[in-house]
Structure formats: C-alpha cells, structure tokens
C-alpha cells in the first residue's frame, strides 16, 4: 500500500502479487529453450534440405524423322486409290484421287508435257501439246495458254514485220539509187550553168561595147536564168529525195522498235499463261491429290477403299519413315518459368494411356530449347529418351509412332531456408 494525501492507493491484489512472486515453473522454462533449440535446428538443417522446382507441361513422344499425316484439302469421295496399307512409298507417289470432273490421266499428261516446255527456249514452241484433254478447274487456264501460244507461233512463223522490213529496205535502196542519179545530173547541170554563165558574160561585155545588139544579149540572159531555174529544181528534187530516204529509214527503226514491243509483249503474255497453268495445275493437285510428302511405309487411317467420303481436314493417310531415327520427346513450354529451363536438366514423363501408378515414368533429359517462341508464346524442349522405353518400374512401353502424355521439368534445387527467406529478401530489397 502507498499513502497519498491521506488515501491508501491499492497497487496489485494478493493474486497477481502472488504471481509475480512465485518463480515460473520449471517445463515453462525448458519448453522456451527447447522451441528455440528445435526453430534453430529446423533453419539449419533446412540449409542441407533441397529440392527442385518442378514445370509441367504437355510432351509428345515422336522420333527423330516422325509420321507424316496427308490431310484431306478438299471434300468429296474418294474416286481412286493406287497404294495398299503398309506399302512402300516415295516422295510425290500419288496415293489417293478425290472425284472430280477432270481426268486425272490427262492432267498428269499435261503436267509431263509442260516439264518439256521452257518459254524462254525459241525451239519449245515447235512443241506439240494435246488439244482434247478433260482437265475440269484446269480447262480455262489451259485454254488461255494455247491460246497465247498461237499467237506467238503465228507471229513467228508469219513473220510480217520482216517482210516489211525487207520491202521497206528495197524502197530506200531504190531511192540512194535515185538520189545518186540526182547527184550526177547535178554534176552535168552544174558545168551546164556554168558554160551559160561564160556566154551570158561575154554578150554582156560585147553589149557594153555596142559590138552586139540587146535582143543577142537578152537572148543569152534568159538562157543563163533558164538554166540556173533548172538547177534549182533539180536542187529541190534532190532535197525531197534525201527527205525521203531519211523518213524511210526512220521507218525502219521504228517497225523494228514496233517488231521488238510486240515480240516482248507475246512472250510475256505467254509465259503469264504458262505460269498460270503450273499454278492451276498445282491448286488442282493440292485439291485433289493424295501425294506421299516423304518416303516411307504408307498407313490408312479412316479410308482404305473408293467411294469413301472425306471431309477438308480429316487426317487419311500417313507416312511412317522407314528409318524414323532416335525416340524424342518435344515438349510445349509455357512462357511462365521457361527461364529455368536449362540443357541437362532431368525429365519426368507420365504417358497417357499407362497409369503411372502402375507402369511408373519415363526419365529423360532436356538436350535443347528453341532460342523464340512461337505464336502461342512457347517454346518447343527437346528431350532424350531411353530408346526402350523402360520406365521407372521396369516395364517397357508399346511405341506405335507417337504417344502423348505429361513432362516434369526438374529445374534447379534450392533449398527450405532460401525459399523462406526469398520473400523477406524480396520485400527488404524492394522496399527498404
């Protein structure tokens, strides 16, 4: 108790005083040292305790050179099929004709007769090319390329400009001639001119004189400028002449210029029609055709006979690679923790189909990860796999060319302490 201003103030009651004067009991005492023993212990020993980030992701096991489907581009039934299951099969070996109102004898015939034809070779247009095809799509553009084609025979074979050409020549040959007849009657007027003008002088002096009479001396005059007149006439007629050869020749320049503009504009309409049959052509067989795209073991899928109907997009047939290589695993991985992913880390694969709790997994390795991502933004990992395809429980999957299933990337350990301290380190560096 303590005494102010005559009143008696109560600190503590008798509990709490008991309280504070009994020491605290023994397992109180122990049990603080012992949680703070334990929490150290823990914060150590998670030091030595790590264990990997794991990234999921969808995987595909295929090998090196893997089946090649041959998706349907066009709807309709199947018209003809040339190739059984499991034959061999090379690279653009036709397997399969969709219905068309071509025929696709006669689109093939076209097709070996145009690897003949080169447009920029003046001896292919002597080339003979079958007019009664059926080539159903393909008619119009074949129609327009025999069309061009004769034009550019005909203008070859017809060969007008070069006969104008020659006759043109023949004109200005003519006219040199005339115009070097014109010289030499301009040579003999020239002297003839001049024997006027010695007589015109001399009755002119003899009039001067009064030895001669004005009617001799006019009568020379008028002979002298009768034939300077001729002269010059002949003068004019040799100018038009010389016009006139220019003016041919510039006609021969320009019928070659109008020969060579022609020629050009021909061969290119006809190399525009040639390449817009190729291009026909090649529509027609990505509509309709069934080609091998490799070599290989060709497989069915849903269409083994004629008449069957398929749609645009269905999957028909398939190509297995007769040496398809090692067995890998391509991995889509998401943007989102790609970073980690690094070459030589392990790979855990559970494939569908096989229950991992009864068949186990698969273990790879990543051997490479491609440097951009694609428009889905993910990045394609390569994996090793065992070629037997033994998993962790000893038993071997079935490959039947591919099998999908699920990838766990093992990136790399960390340990407890790190992953609990990351935030606070985090926090301290962003904010303090």
């Known amino acids: 108790m303590v005494e102010k201003d005559g009143k008696e103030i109560e600190l503590r009651c008798e509990e709490v005083q008991e309280i504070l004067t009994r020491p605290p009991h023994a397992l109180v005492r122990w049990g603080i040292t012992v949680f703070f023993v334990v929490l150290a212990l823990f914060f150590i020993g998670g030091c030595f305790f790590k ?64 690897a003949s034809f080169n447009p920029a070779d003046s001896g292919a247009y002597t080339t003979h090319f079958s007019e009664r095809l059926s080539l159903g799509s393909v008619q119009n553009a074949y129609a327009s390329f025999l069309k061009s084609l004769t034009e550019y025979r005909n203008f070859l074979s ?18 040199r001639n005339y115009i070097a007849h014109l010289n030499r009657q301009a040579e ?7 024997i006027a003008l010695t007589v015109h002088n001399r009755e002119k002096k003899l009039f001067d004189e009064g030895l001669t009479a004005q009617s001799e001396y006019e009568e020379a005059k008028q002979a002298f400028l009768t034939r300077q007149q001729g002269r010059e006439q002949l003068m004019t007629s040799l100018s038009s002449a010389r016009i006139q050869e220019a003016q041919l020749q510039q006609s021969i320049i320009e019928t070659r210029m109008e020969q060579r503009r022609e020629a050009n504009s021909l061969d290119m ?76 880390q392990r790979v855990n694969i559970s494939v569908a189909g096989y229950p991992y709790m009864e ?41 039947k060319g591919e099998l999908t299933g699920t990838a766990e990337v093992m990136t790399d350990e960390r340990s407890v302490t790190e992953r609990l301290l990351s935030p606070l380190k985090y926090l301290w560096e962003k904010y303090l």
């Not at 017809?158 to 006219?175: C, H, I, P, S, V």
Request: hydrophobic share 35%.
């Open 51 to 114: 264990y990997p980030d794991v990234i999921s992701a969808s995987v595909t096991i295929t090998t090196e050179h893997p089946p090649v489907w041959i998706v349907a581009r066009g709807s309709g039934k199947i018209e003809e099929v040339y190739r059984k299951d499991r034959d061999s099969v090379w690279t653009e070996d036709i397997i399969a004709v969709l219905e068309n109102p071509a025929k696709t004898e006669d689109v093939l015939l076209l097709k070996r007769e145009l």
């Open 158 to 175: 017809l060969n007008l400009y070069e006969q104008k050409l020659e006759a043109t020549a023949r004109e200005l040959r003519e006219y």
């Open 269 to 344: 309409k006809l190399k525009t029609a040639y390449n817009d049959l190729l291009v026909s052509i090649n529509d027609w067989e990505l509509t309709y055709l069934f080609t091998s795209p490799a070599s290989g073991i060709l497989s069915y899928n849903h269409i083994w006979q004629k008449n069957q109907n398929v749609s645009s997009g269905d999957k028909v047939f398939s190509v297995v690679a007769k040496d398809p290589g090692s067995i890998i695993g391509k991995m889509n991985l998401p943007a989102g923790g790609s970073g980690k992913v690094a070459t030589g």
């Open 359 to 399: 068949f186990g997994f698969l273990t790879g390795e990543v051997t490479s990860v491609s440097l951009l991502a694609d428009e889905e933004s993910t990045y394609t990992v390569t994996i090793s796999l065992p070629q037997d395809l033994c998993t962790s429980y000893g038993k071997q999957l079935e490959f």
């Open 188 to 194: 003999l007027d020239k002297e003839q001119v001049q």
